[in-house]
């Protein structure tokens, strides 16, 4: 009975060493589009390899485990998907796609590899011969995180350009060196003017780390490994048939999710950043502005603007008329203010202690820079174009006022439209009475000119007197 156990016991310890073996992926092994595409993680849940993108394939990690396959790594995200004919190979010092003009390297290990393994933990690793880690893809995240992975001091997660293209997004999440964890949109400075998250632990030095727990627990550890900022709370369940995962969504929010396996479900949301999706900056592009419809984002062009390209929020607005210069006006043109309650990032070229709209309104009206002005009830800040960052919200007492081109009626023929009812008729009253003043000098001017050159012509050594 205990030979029947002692062979029972090695007959384990063979199969489980073989399982190893086959979780394992020897140098010289190789990945097609067409067959054997992926390398499976022991338990068959992670998959390393080719995955359907646009009209081709692209190479990176998924959940092959889950009905919803899920993206949670992509090698050289911004290169054109690869052909349907592609093949990978695993050389000594990395992974490769053979092309006509040499190798284009996916992977570049640190040294020499003799064998990677796809790990039920998601993280795709090569090591040496001497089981050292050479390379290792939790060390180069793209937009998530998983259980037991880090954001490195310094390092940045970037949101996918949309759900099926997992190219570089417009949105970014930084660890930053000073030791704050912030969101900015992408090609910004780290700046605050720029953010719209911020863990607001500046200050706490270099090498702080975003971490990830098993249970859930986002958070931030600085250089002594002290935990000096909860993210999310943790405490989540712990058992096999759970996942989760921690993502830069395409809106720009991020999120922890999961995933329970025993009933087959979808990602759940266990946490955000915001749950106010126009939060955000840069989801709307410029000169529009966001609003949420039945909590879903929605961007709005400003008042006779149009989309530059339709379906492509971020592509921004443009105007739908044409505007005229200032020492140029059309007689059959005008110009008159829209309001917006709505905010934007202020860059103003000029701020003016106001407190009628009427007076802020015509102030930019008559100020050929001015395309838009804030007003605040105290301050009336003028604008330029483009405007950006813009979003409604209710119940603010900052409203924008936009300047649009609107055609006038054939008989009628004014510059400016006056918004208002205090000062209706002030602006024609206007107009006339400086004309005239204007004719009454030229007048003048001209009989000074034509006097003083008939004296000096007549009387060259003489003064004419009046």
Excluded at 106 to 125: E, P, Q, T
Excluded at 135 to 150: A, E, N, V
Excluded at 199 to 216: H, I, K, Q, R, Y
Excluded at 349 to 363: A, E, P
Aim: a negative charge.
């Amino acid at each position: 009975m205990a030979c029947m156990a002692c062979l029972l016991l090695a007959l384990a310890f063979v199969a489980a060493e073989a399982q190893q073996m086959q979780s394992n992926i020897s140098r010289g092994s190789s990945l097609t589009t067409t067959t054997n595409s992926t390398w499976l993680s022991r338990s068959g849940l992670y998959a390393f390899g080719f995955y359907r993108q646009g009209n081709g394939y692209a190479v990176g990690i998924f959940l092959a485990g889950i009905p919803q396959k899920t993206v949670v790594w992509t090698a050289n995200r911004d290169d054109p998907p690869v052909s349907n004919n592609a093949t990978l190979l695993f050389k000594g010092d990395g992974l490769a796609l053979p092309t006509a003009e040499g190798q284009n390297y996916l992977v570049k290990s640190s040294g020499s590899s003799s064998y990677a393994s796809m790990l039920d933990s998601g993280n795709f690793v090569l090591y040496n011969s001497g089981r050292e880690i050479v390379w290792q893809s939790f060390d180069h995240p793209t937009d998530t995180l998983l259980p037991g992975q880090r954001l490195l001091s310094g390092n940045e997660l970037f949101s996918a350009n949309s759900e099926a293209d997992h190219s570089t997004g417009i949105f970014r999440l930084k660890m930053q060196n000073d030791g704050n964890l912030v969101q900015y949109p992408v090609d910004t400075p780290d700046t605050s003017v720029y953010s719209f998250y911020s863990s607001f632990t500046d200050g706490e030095g270099e090498n702080v780390t975003l971490n990830f727990g098993a249970d859930g627990h986002l958070y931030l550890l600085n250089r002594n490994g002290s935990n000096i900022r909860n993210i999310t709370d943790g405490g989540l369940p712990t058992d096999e048939g759970k996942l989760y995962l921690m993502r830069i969504d395409v809106g720009g929010i991020f999120r922890l999710y999961s995933h329970d396996l025993k009933k087959n479900a979808i990602w759940s949301v266990e946490w955000e950043s915001s749950k106010d999706k126009c939060i955000p900056k840069g989801l709307c592009g410029l000169n529009s502005y966001c609003v949420l419809i039945d909590l879903e984002p929605d961007c709005k062009c400003l008042p006779r603007f149009k989309s530059v390209n339709q379906g492509n929020q971020t592509s921004g607005c443009e105007r739908n008329f044409v505007a005229d210069a200032c020492i140029n006006r059309n007689e059959n043109f005008t110009y008159t203010m829209e309001e917006l309650e709505s905010t934007w990032e202020d860059d103003s070229y000029m701020s003016l202690r106001l407190s009628d709209k009427d007076d802020c309104i015509q102030g930019c009206l008559e100020d050929c820079d001015c395309e838009a002005v804030f007003f605040d009830g105290t301050n009336c800040r003028k604008q330029r174009l483009p405007l950006r960052y813009g979003r409604r919200v209710d119940g603010i007492s900052f409203i924008a006022l936009i300047k649009v081109g609107v055609p006038t009626k054939p008989d009628t023929d004014p510059r400016i439209v006056q918004l208002g009812s205090k000062k209706k008729g002030r602006t024609d009253i206007l107009i006339i009475g400086l004309s005239f003043t204007a004719l009454i000098h030229f007048v003048l001017d001209f009989r000074d000119c034509v006097v003083e050159t008939q004296c000096l012509g007549i009387y060259k050594n003489e003064r004419c007197e009046w």
